[in-house]
Every structure is written in structure tokens, then in C-alpha cells.
């Protein structure tokens, strides 16, 4: 194979090469992508629990206090059956004090019970609205997913594809030359074959000797850059 060809599979391959790099930093971006949308998610999840914690703890101390609202009405009735025990006046007014103080303890205790349930009541419906938050942030991250998973697929069979002609190219390729631009993608950041465009190397910018373009343009000798020992091609665009 004369050199201008096998030039002309160095190019093809630094395309495929790029090709290649370029879909695997779209595939390794997935996972992130998810992971990304799903964070606020988790967060609200975490908020919904304490939300839940919150109501619970609630109800916990609505039951307590009508507990204790249950012991003071007890407490008022036995009061009230103890009267037809009660001699004297005196007797009686204390009695009746005893029970006026008995009941305004009830009133605070059902006035407390109250402030509760209104909380409970707030509590309940920051919980749904919480609940229904998630449930539409799922759907869109569903929505996401579905369409991340389409993606890859699809990016997936383009690899392959690639990946096949990458073979073929491969084959036609000197050894040496091959190794050469292994090398040269490995110590040049994944770009090894590089247009010598308007006398300057594409891969470090550095201007290119004369009477080495001249050469160049010839397109029949494999041609190291001189800076950055990329392999130069010039492509006529006349
Ligand atoms: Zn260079």
C-alpha cells in the first residue's frame, strides 16, 4: 500500500478514534445524568420523612393528652357524685372551688388538644402535597431514564458499527505505522493525525518550516510535526 493511502487510513482512523472517544464520554455521562436528576429527588424523599416523623409525633401527643383530658373528666364526675356527701356550707363552697380549678385544667387540656389537631391538620397536608411533589419529580425522572436508556442504545450500536470499520482500517495499516499512532494517541491526548492547516499544526498550533509544508502538500511521505510529532496532512480544499 503506497503511503498516500496509508495517509489516507491514518485520517479515517483518527475520525473513527475520535469518534470512539467521543461516545464513550457521552455513555460514561449517563450514570451522572441520573444521578443528577435523581439527587433533588432524594432530597424531597428525606423531606417527606421528616414531614412523616413530624405528624407521627403528633398524633403521639394528641393520644397523651386525651389520656389526660380522659383522667380529668373522671376526675370531674367524681367530684360531682361526692356533693350529696358535702354537710356544710363551707364544705360546699370549697368543693365547688375544687371543681371550677378541675375544669378550667379541662379547658386548657382541650384547648391544647385543639392547637394539636390543627397542627396534625397542616402536618396532613404538607404531606400530601410533599407526596404529590414526588410522585411528579418520579415521573419525570422515569421520563429521563426511559429516554437516557434509548440513548445509549442507540450510541451503543454506533460504537459497534465504528468499531467494526475501526478493524478494517486497522488491517490495512503498515505495523509500524499503527504503533506509531497508538503511541501518538496515548502521549497526545487522543489525537495522533492532525491538518496542517494554513502552515500550522492543528495539534499544537506551531507553524510549519517551509520547506517542510512544501513537502507536506505532497501528501506522499509520512510527515512528523516537528513540535508535537503529530502525524501532518494537508487536505486541498481547491
Ligand atoms: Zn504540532
Request: glycine share 2%.
Amino acid at each position: 500500500m503506497t503511503v498516500k493511502h496509508q495517509l489516507k487510513s491514518l485520517i479515517e482512523l483518527q475520525q473513527i478514534d475520535s469518534k470512539i472517544f467521543d461516545t464513550k464520554r457521552i455513555l460514561d455521562k449517563i450514570p451522572l445524568k441520573i444521578s443528577e436528576a435523581e439527587k433533588p429527588f432524594k432530597d424531597s424523599e428525606a423531606a417527606l420523612d421528616i414531614i412523616k416523623q413530624k405528624l407521627s409525633s403528633l398524633e403521639k401527643k394528641k393520644r397523651g393528652k386525651e389520656r389526660q383530658l380522659d383522667d380529668i373528666n373522671e376526675k370531674i364526675n367524681k367530684l360531682k357524685v361526692r356533693v350529696s356527701e358535702i354537710k356544710t356550707n363551707k364544705e360546699y363552697q370549697a368543693h365547688l372551688k375544687e371543681i371550677e380549678s378541675v375544669e378550667k385544667e379541662r379547658y386548657s387540656m382541650e384547648d391544647e388538644i385543639l392547637i394539636i389537631m390543627e397542627e396534625i391538620d397542616n402536618t396532613s397536608r404538607q404531606t400530601e402535597s410533599e407526596e404529590a411533589n414526588l410522585k411528579k419529580q418520579k415521573d419525570k425522572i422515569e421520563v429521563l431514564k426511559k429516554k437516557l436508556q434509548e440513548e445509549k442504545s442507540k450510541v451503543e450500536k454506533e460504537l459497534m458499527t465504528v468499531k467494526e470499520m475501526r478493524t478494517k482500517i486497522v488491517e490495512t495499516l503498515d505495523e509500524d505505522l499503527y504503533n506509531q499512532y497508538i503511541n501518538l494517541i496515548e502521549s497526545c491526548n487522543g489525537l495522533a493525525v492532525v491538518e496542517a492547516e494554513n502552515e500550522i499544526c492543528q495539534g499544537c498550533n506551531m507553524n510549519i518550516p517551509p520547506q517542510l509544508f512544501v513537502e507536506l502538500k505532497k501528501n506522499d511521505e509520512i510527515i512528523n510535526c516537528p513540535q508535537c510529532r503529530r502525524i501532518l496532512y494537508y487536505k486541498n480544499n481547491k
